[in-house]
């Protein structure tokens, strides 16, 4: 069923390497956007179960070591915890069609189907707001500074899912 309110989630994973057909998820945060809001009390942070393929060149990354995730759920009821927090709202993210099929696989395997949201790309947003020129940057980075959006939390999920709401809101708020 096509969604029709004003709540939007922005989503984002940590996972084992950048390959979301073959890479393990580690981490899932969503925060929720309602009426132009960054509703904090409302996300979701969860751990998932450690993975063989954790590898220095991800630690390095991410910081998540095996014995970060000994607080871990397993995939049995985070992965029920996740669909009922972003039902069928919009999914928002940074590089959104990495960590949607990278659920999907997760979601596939366990219930026989596949996320139906739709997605918001924030590089797109961001583009389209600013007139961004077909070459532009459009690392994260940038966009957070050219937005000055404060960084914290980089490369944790709840820390990137919150700052994708915070410069979309700046996007949206004052371009829109």
């Known amino acids: 069923m096509p969604y029709h309110g004003d709540e939007v989630i922005s989503l ?3 996972t084992t390497g950048l390959d979301p057909n073959t890479d393990d998820l580690l981490t899932v945060a969503g925060v929720k956007i309602r009426d ?9 942070d969860l751990r998932l179960p450690p993975s063989p393929k954790q590898a220095a060149d991800s630690i390095r990354i991410h910081g998540i070591r095996k014995v ?3 607080d871990c759920i397993p995939y049995s009821e985070a992965l029920p915890k996740l669909l009922n927090f972003i039902g069928n709202r919009p999914l928002l993210g940074y590089y959104i ?9 997760y979601i596939r395997e366990t219930f026989g189907f596949e996320l139906p949201n739709s997605t918001i790309e924030l590089a797109d947003v961001f583009s389209s707001k600013t007139r961004q020129p077909e070459t532009a940057d459009l690392r994260f980075e940038r966009i957070l500074t050219e937005l000055s959006v404060p960084t914290f939390g980089r490369h944790t999920a709840i820390g ?7 410069a979309y809101l700046k996007l949206t708020k004052s371009n829109g």
């Open 12 to 14: 984002d994973c940590e």
């Open 36 to 44: 132009g809001k960054i509703m904090t009390s409302e996300k979701l």
């Open 68 to 70: 970060d995730l000994e």
């Open 97 to 105: 069609n990495f960590d949607v099929t990278l659920l999907n696989r």
């Open 160 to 166: 990137d899912a919150t700052m994708v709401a915070m």
